[in-house]
């Protein structure tokens, strides 16, 4: 076995520096140690890190099969096992193909009209003067998305309900709940007491709405196009069909994928927006000559608007890498790793190349109409198989929340304080603006 780099070891100090400042920390390290580095090791076997394009094309080129979750008890244990992100193998493969279809091309696009209405609709009273959390309201559009898009309750009062349900599953996703799933033994519920227990609780109650609901559309399918209703249709590929249980774990997989991430990003998109009078001038220049009213597919398409989107997500990615686990021997950035071994592909450092993106720490959407970035180089959403499969959705959403806000309304920061950067990648304080 060749020498394994150099890197941090105790992984106990590591995680509370990662989690305290997860950007910042993850470019010292690199500056510290060089790409790639080793991290502590994972069930006695090593583990590399790279963001290297070499080190990135040679991980995601392998075949899928070749690949793990790194992370998949901890996956299990939140979300299920038949959650995508808990899945592997075969049956990983066969789940993504029943996932994927709406979240791409005409299928993805029949949602475009809906997430610009909820942008409008739940953005309407906002008037000149009021001070706000952009948070809060790019927590409640997104919400708003996926209870309308993935679970297709449009209905006032089971809409109002689900959003409650969603907001506990959602707020239980705690600090504590990351030591927990960390730490198996913690996973009890101490007489309803903690992180676990509130989690769980927060389980049940979801279920207990959705059992009657899956039923009934079970019993009356009808013509539908949200997630949920398409779930219900879907045939793997020995004919059967999803169970209850099977459909309630990716649902819950969908809202913890997409719901804070989406919020997040906007969320930074305001922030880094406020900062950047220029950039917002130009912004603001592209969506008024779209015209009065226009299509959603008239924003999708603006070049500039997704500029700013994937400069927002370069800088502040959901998530700052993505771990595999090796299932064969493989050689990576130069080193050769047994199988069982680990390699946590840190898009921080990837972002922050400054062969690639020149002054990365500068907020400059003009980069990506000056040139495209290959997968190894632009990964906000992982890559390989098991890349997120909302990211065309995403970056759709993104878009279409974005430009209807701004055709509409300018936010100005209260402050200009950097805001740091919190679990999740989501901004670790309240982002106030006020509504012009
Ligand atoms: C800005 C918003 C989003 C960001 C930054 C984001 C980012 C990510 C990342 C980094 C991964 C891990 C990929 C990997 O391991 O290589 C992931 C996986 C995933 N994402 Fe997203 N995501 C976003 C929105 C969404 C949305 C809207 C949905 C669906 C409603 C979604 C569904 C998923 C699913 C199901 C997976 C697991 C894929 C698998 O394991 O095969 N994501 N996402």
Redesign the pocket.
Do not use: D, K
């Given at each position: 076995m060749t020498t394994l780099p150099k890197g941090p070891t105790n992984s106990i100090l590591m995680n509370v520096q990662g989690l305290m400042d997860p950007i910042g920390y993850t470019l010292r390290m690199r500056e510290r140690y060089g790409d790639p580095m080793s991290l502590p090791k994972m069930d006695g076997k090593p583990v590399l890190a790279t963001g290297s394009v070499e080190g990135l094309r040679a991980l995601f080129a392998v075949p899928p099969e070749t690949l793990d979750?790194m992370l998949g008890k901890s996956f299990t244990a939140a979300m299920g096992e038949s959650s995508?992100?808990a899945?592997s193998g075969a049956r990983?493969t066969a789940?993504?193909k029943l996932?994927m279809p709406p979240?791409h091309g005409q299928r993805m696009r029949l949602y475009g009209k809906q997430i610009c209405d909820l942008a409008l609709q739940h953005s309407r009273d906002l008037k000149p003067g009021l001070e706000l959390v952009a948070q809060d309201l790019m927590q409640t559009i997104s919400l708003q998305t996926?209870i309308h898009i993935?679970f297709g309750v449009t209905a006032p009062a089971e809409a109002a309900r689900l959003e409650k349900l969603l907001e506990d599953l959602r707020k239980s996703f705690s600090l504590g709940l990351t030591v927990t799933l960390m730490i198996p033994w913690l996973r009890q519920e101490f007489r309803g007491v903690g992180p676990w227990a509130r989690r769980q609780r927060a389980i049940r109650d979801l279920r207990s709405f959705l059992d009657p609901e899956l039923a009934r559309r079970r019993a009356d399918p009808a013509e539908r196009t949200d997630?949920l209703s398409l779930l219900l249709e879907a045939r793997q590929e020995d004919g059967t069909a999803l169970s209850d249980q099977e459909i309630f774990e990716?649902l819950h997989?969908?809202?913890f994928?997409?719901?804070s991430?989406?919020a997040?990003?906007l969320t930074w998109a305001l922030y880094f927006l406020g900062n950047a009078p220029a950039v917002l001038r130009r912004l603001r220049h592209e969506l008024t000559a779209l015209g009065a009213d226009p299509e959603p597919d008239a924003l999708a398409k603006a070049p500039y608007l997704e500029a700013v989107c994937n400069e927002t997500?370069r800088l502040r990615?959901?998530?700052p890498g993505?771990?595999?686990k090796l299932n064969a021997p493989m050689q990576i950035a130069g080193h050769e790793l047994p199988a069982g071994a680990g390699v946590f592909?840190q898009?921080i450092w990837a972002h922050h190349d400054p062969a690639v993106f020149p002054e990365s720490a500068v907020f400059r959407p003009e980069r990506f109409l000056e040139r495209t970035y290959s997968p190894f180089e632009f990964?906000?959403?992982?890559?390989?198989?098991?890349?997120?499969?909302?990211?065309a959705?995403?970056?759709y959403?993104?878009k279409l929340i974005l430009g209807t806000l701004l055709r509409r309304y300018s936010f100005e920061l209260v402050s200009t304080k950097p805001v740091r950067v919190g679990l999740q990648?989501l901004p670790g304080a309240p982002v106030r603006v006020i509504v012009r």
């Open positions: 979750q995508l992100f899945l990983h789940m993504r996932l979240f996926i993935v997630i990716q997989t969908l809202l994928a997409g719901h991430t989406t997040g990003a997500l990615p959901s998530s993505v771990g595999r592909a898009i990964l906000p959403f992982g890559g390989g198989n098991r890349r997120c499969i909302g990211a959705f995403a970056l959403e993104m990648g």
